[in-house]
């Protein structure tokens, strides 16, 4: 297991720290201004909103992959705003585990090479890439399947094999856009476990962007997004009760 040094400044133990983000498109409309957000580790934080709001941008943003208008993010104490192209891309290999709404899954590589990917871009032992993702794969529900290709999968297969390699290499930071999207509730609880138990050992963090009541119980936070930034979700508390009460239901059913 390919373990990495995350120093953070002893006055900031946030893993992501944002300040005064703001985003607009062309043409001039605002998605978001004025949006900070501290997320500690051990803490899962989920992002709700309606749809074009700008909830995707906002995760492409912390990671990196595109650029606000204002503000400032910041990983590991370490802000993106200073670094090149290549600091970025060093910075989101060892650092972020990103789970895509589009999955981007490599269909000519095997599910063990791609998820394998992560650990293979920071150079870990042969022997560690593919019992690392084997590991992964079992852990969503596809342990037997490290041989086929992604081009043969289902879209909820696809979904899985992409939460296994933004999984893989322990990241610090976990963003995922809709991750239980394509899962049946069955497979989206078995991920969902997977995600908390990720962050719970405190030395990781996420943000989940979701629609979904289930996936927003996990959440520590429910921060709603909207163009004045993010706000503590009125009604998060009795969804994710309600959305605890109907997961138990199903199990006892």
Do not use: C, W
Not at 93 to 114: C, D, K, S
Not at 151 to 172: F, K, M, N, T, Y
């Amino acid at each position: 297991m390919v373990t990495l040094e995350r120093p953070r400044p002893l006055d900031d133990p946030s893993i992501l720290s944002v300040t005064g983000l703001g985003k607009s498109v062309p043409g001039g409309r605002r998605l978001f201004a004025g949006l900070d957000l501290s997320v500690r580790p051990g803490e899962v934080v989920a992002i709700v909103g309606e749809s074009g709001v700008g909830k995707s941008t906002l995760l492409n943003i912390l990671a990196g992959l595109d650029e606000s208008d204002a503000g400032t993010v910041a990983i590991e104490g370490k802000a993106l705003g200073p670094l090149d192209e290549a600091g970025r891309t060093r910075l989101r290999r060892e650092r972020i585990g990103f789970v895509f709404q589009a999955f981007h899954i490599l269909p000519y590589l095997t599910l063990r090479q791609n998820v394998a990917l992560p650990l293979a871009l920071v150079s870990a032992a042969a022997a560690t890439l593919e019992a690392r993702a084997d590991a992964m794969l079992a852990a969503v529900g596809l342990g037997t399947r490290g041989s086929d290709y992604a081009r043969d999968l289902s879209g909820g297969e696809l979904q899985r094999v992409a939460i296994a390699r933004a999984l893989v290499h322990e990241p610090a930071l976990i963003l995922a856009d809709e991750p239980t999207g394509n899962l049946d509730p069955e497979t989206a609880a078995r991920v969902l476990d997977l995600f908390a138990t990720a962050v719970r050992g405190g030395r990781s963090a996420a943000v989940i962007v979701t629609h979904s009541l289930a996936t927003a119980a996990i959440a520590d936070r429910v921060l709603r997004l909207t163009a004045e930034g993010l706000r503590d979700d009125g009604a998060s508390r009795p969804a994710r009760e309600g959305a605890e009460r109907q997961a138990h239901e199903g199990a006892m059913s």
